[in-house]
């Protein structure tokens, strides 16, 4: 039900107005940043509440992407954005019941931003984002016997920020975004839920 909403909705603001475009203008950017994740086991004996693993909480995410700004002849408020991006974070640490477990991701996703018209260099923005993730697992034990396995899961995102504009060609962004990386299997616990927390700072060139 979640993962048809949310496609819907960014299919549903893609396909409003396009009788009355006024320009495309594409762009690539770059964003990089800090993310604090949250990892939660998922276990029928818990009645499916679960627990937090106790992890370092805080990795590294890189964003590459490419996109296309789409403004609309009757919309005065502002601007759509829709963007290919792909993202890879460094290995989140964990560790419980003597058992060391390390969590990587990389994603791809489609995001659909909204940016708000101002008077001023400063312009808000909203986003939300949907894809397809790979979620690699590697646990190791105290005697250093190791296991991986890997899920590839629906990924959905919603965020906000600022961006501000240098010149008609540079943008910098300054962002947050929610990632939910969905439920991974595992060895010796019988799923992890996993999501994340980013801040990030990016830039853009616009073509």
């Not at 791809?108 to 018209?117: A, E, K, P, R």
Request: charged letters at 20%.
């Amino acid at each position: 039900m979640k993962r048809n909403t949310i496609v819907a909705i960014i299919l549903g603001l893609c396909a409003v107005g396009d009788a009355h475009a006024l320009g495309l203008y594409g762009y690539a950017s770059v964003r990089g940043g800090i993310s604090y994740s949250l990892v939660k086991t998922i276990n029928e004996s818990d009645g499916g509440f679960g627990r937090y693993v106790p992890s370092d909480k805080r990795n590294f995410s890189f964003n590459p992407n490419l996109g296309m700004r789409i403004v609309f002849n009757n919309w005065r408020s502002g601007a759509f954005r829709l963007e290919a991006g792909y993202s890879i974070s460094s290995k989140l640490s964990m560790h419980t019941d003597d058992i060391d477990y390390k969590l990587e991701n990389q994603v791809g996703m489609t995001n659909l931003y909204f940016d708000f018209y101002t008077q001023s260099r400063f312009k808000p923005f909203l986003m939300g984002g949907a894809g397809y993730g790979v979620l690699k697992l590697t646990e190791e034990n105290s005697i250093g016997d190791k296991s991986s396995n890997s899920d590839k899961n629906f990924v959905w995102a919603l965020g906000g920020g600022i961006t501000y504009i240098l010149n008609t060609k540079i943008y910098f962004d300054f962002m947050y975004r929610y990632n939910d990386f969905g439920k991974l299997k595992s060895a010796s616990l019988s799923k992890l839920e996993y999501t994340s927390s980013e801040f990030l700072v990016g830039a853009r060139y616009m073509f």
